[in-house]
């Protein structure tokens, strides 16, 4: 059984059957890849990183799995003999949406000589993903919730 924090943050993102306390854990791993991605093209300044970035946000948002999904499905899982990732569902796919136009800024500011906003963003980015990685609080699926309400049960 998962904690009630993370039962919270799991249904907020859209994840209503995850119980098992593995799957939770390994549904960081996206997040947390995402964040080191984001911070590094931030602190490289690289416009190509946050765009290929932003890139890999679009395949979570299309086929409901990200880069970062199917690396562990495929590799991970199989080497600690691990569980499958759920697929994610619209607010969890709704965060990559926004993740991919929150890139776009940042790689843009970046690609125009406007440093100090695309530091601020990319700042801001990587604390998302990183806040999103370590203790499974989703600022955009909070949004969603906000936005389109909660399921019935």
């Avoid at 939770?24 to 890849?33: E, G, I, V």
């Avoid at 964040?35 to 946000?57: E, R, W």
């Avoid at 136009?101 to 843009?108: G, V």
Wanted: with cysteine.
């Amino acid at each position: 059984m998962v904690s009630d924090w993370t039962r919270c943050r799991l249904d907020e993102q859209g994840f209503m059957d995850v119980e098992d306390k593995t799957v939770a854990r390994w549904l960081k791993f996206s997040p947390l890849m995402c964040a080191i991605g984001f911070g590094a093209g931030t602190y490289l300044q690289s416009p190509l990183v946050l765009y290929l970035m932003g890139l890999m946000a679009v395949a979570g948002l299309t086929f409901h799995k990200t880069i970062f999904d199917w690396f562990y499905d495929a590799v991970i899982a199989r080497v600690i003999d691990g569980p499958q990732l759920p697929d994610r569902p619209a607010p969890a796919r709704f965060a990559c949406f926004i993740a991919v136009i929150w890139s776009a800024f940042t790689a843009s500011a970046f690609l125009v000589g406007y440093t100090t906003a695309g530091y601020v963003l990319g700042a801001g980015l990587t604390f998302a993903a990183g806040l999103l990685g370590t203790v499974n609080y989703c600022i955009a699926s909070v949004l969603w919730r906000k936005l389109y309400g909660w399921p019935d049960r």
